[in-house]
């Protein structure tokens, strides 16, 4: 038979497992709602932009600035009140675009040259970027945060069934 202190043990760290990954879940939500987002492609001889933040508000007011593959300025201009910006290529290089939404919203989108010349048939749309780690990481918390409390259960069934056994 078991001490009665282990039981505690098991549930002070099952309950301080479940706390943390509260708090991670929480405090990732909020990182989330302030991230923003950029997204561009080409039509033609035209480049369209749009933006948005985590929440999905649209950036209105961004500040879009333009680099070529060297770093040089190309144009600058500000998104739309649907966060939308468009311009004419400026030359046939690989184009950097900078989104600046203002206390620290920062996000880039590159195009590589060889996108700049396509006919609109060939055309490639944007695409989300891969899961970002942190949510894979919160991922496998819930995971690890579920077989934990699956364990204790089962453990706890396994020793009630003992203590009748022992008291007859």
Same mark, same amino acid.
Do not use: H, W
């Given at each position: 038979?078991?001490?009665e202190h282990f039981k505690y043990n098991l549930a002070k760290s099952i309950f301080?497992?479940?706390?943390v990954s509260c708090f991670v879940l929480i405090l990732t939500a909020a990182a989330d709602a302030h991230r923003v987002n950029l997204f561009a492609w080409i039509e033609g001889?035209?480049?369209?932009?749009e933006s948005k933040f985590g929440s999905g508000r649209r950036v209105n007011a961004g500040k879009i600035t333009v680099f070529d593959s060297g770093g040089n300025e190309l144009l600058s201009g500000m998104?739309?009140?649907?966060?939308?910006?468009?311009?004419k290529v400026p030359k046939k290089t690989d184009l950097k675009i900078v989104l600046n939404a203002g206390e620290g919203h920062r996000a880039e989108w590159s195009i590589p040259a060889t996108e700049i010349g396509l006919?609109?048939?060939?055309?490639?749309?944007p695409t989300e970027e891969s899961l970002p780690v942190k949510?894979?990481?919160?991922?496998?918390?819930? +995971?690890?945060?579920?077989?934990? +409390?699956?364990?204790? +259960?089962?453990?706890?069934k396994k020793n009630s069934g003992h203590h009748g056994d022992t008291e007859m």
């Open positions: 038979m078991k001490p301080f497992l479940l706390l001889d035209t480049v369209y932009v998104t739309n009140e649907n966060g939308e910006f468009s311009f006919t609109t048939t060939e055309k490639r749309q949510n894979i990481l919160i991922g496998i918390g819930c +995971i690890f945060g579920l077989s934990a +409390i699956v364990a204790a +259960i089962r453990k706890r």
